[in-house]
């Protein structure tokens, strides 16, 4: 349940004002079709993160659990810096009707979107971290849709009212803390 609950809460957080959540803004306000679009970010966010959880599942097959302690802290610790980093949505112009419709179309764009966005990243190590697949998909996958789903019933709204910048100050403590205590957490033998 830990690897759940930690999966939402960092995803949930990491994703204000991340470029995916800029996107659902965008396609909430060129569409004005809520469901079909945040049933898109839900398809889209779960085949992703499957696979980045797929990925963290794998990496602790093949590192030991010395180098895997490191390699994760200083992961959560870079996650920590990138957190302070804004995002921006590249805009690709384009007024024109949706080719596969407003659903293939967010499906198609959050996924392309997602890849190798921090909440990827997160649920990549966030996996190799908690070694629980199932929970910590579910929870990256609530996390996103926490965040991004409001975002399209409510728009510009509730993005005015959310302070970003406070949101990811706590989200880099929060990585901050899961790296330290990755590097720090059981024995302290160096890394040979």
């Given at each position: 349940?830990?690897?759940?609950?930690?999966?939402?809460?960092?995803?949930?957080?990491?994703?204000?004002?991340?470029?995916?959540?800029?996107?659902?803004l965008?396609?909430?306000?060129?569409?004005?079709?809520?469901?079909?679009?945040?049933?898109?970010?839900?398809?889209?966010?779960?085949?992703?993160?499957?696979?980045?959880?797929?990925?963290?599942?794998?990496?602790?097959?093949?590192?030991?659990?010395?180098?895997?302690?490191?390699?994760?802290?200083?992961?959560?610790?870079?996650?920590?810096?990138?957190?302070?980093?804004?995002?921006?949505?590249d805009?690709?112009?384009?007024?024109?009707?949706?080719?596969?419709?407003?659903?293939?179309?967010?499906?198609?764009?959050?996924?392309?979107?997602?890849?190798?966005?921090?909440?990827?990243?997160?649920?990549?190590?966030?996996?190799?971290?908690?070694?629980a697949?199932?929970?910590?998909?579910?929870?990256?996958?609530?996390?996103?849709?926490?965040?991004?789903?409001?975002?399209?019933?409510?728009?510009?709204?509730?993005?005015?009212?959310?302070?970003?910048?406070?949101?990811?100050?706590?989200?880099?403590?929060?990585?901050?803390?899961?790296?330290?205590?990755?590097?720090?957490?059981?024995?302290?033998?160096?890394l040979?």
């Amino acid at each position: 349940m830990e690897a759940f609950l930690v999966s939402t809460a960092i995803v949930t957080l990491a994703e204000m004002g991340d470029k995916t959540q800029l996107l659902s803004l965008v396609l909430a306000a060129r569409f004005r079709k809520p469901w079909p679009i945040v049933l898109g970010i839900f398809v889209a966010t779960l085949a992703n993160h499957a696979l980045a959880g797929a990925v963290g599942s794998w990496v602790t097959t093949v590192l030991g659990p010395q180098v895997l302690r490191w390699v994760l802290g200083l992961s959560f610790i870079a996650m920590a810096v990138w957190m302070l980093i804004p995002d921006k949505l590249d805009d690709d112009g384009g007024g024109a009707a949706p080719r596969f419709g407003v659903f293939g179309t967010t499906l198609v764009a959050f996924f392309l979107a997602e890849m190798g966005d921090k909440t990827q990243v997160a649920t990549v190590m966030l996996a190799a971290q908690y070694s629980a697949y199932f929970w910590v998909v579910a929870g990256t996958t609530l996390g996103m849709m926490l965040a991004n789903a409001p975002v399209v019933w409510l728009g510009d709204r509730l993005v005015k009212k959310v302070p970003i910048r406070v949101v990811h100050l706590v989200s880099a403590l929060i990585f901050l803390v899961l790296g330290l205590l990755a590097l720090f957490a059981g024995d302290a033998t160096p890394l040979a």
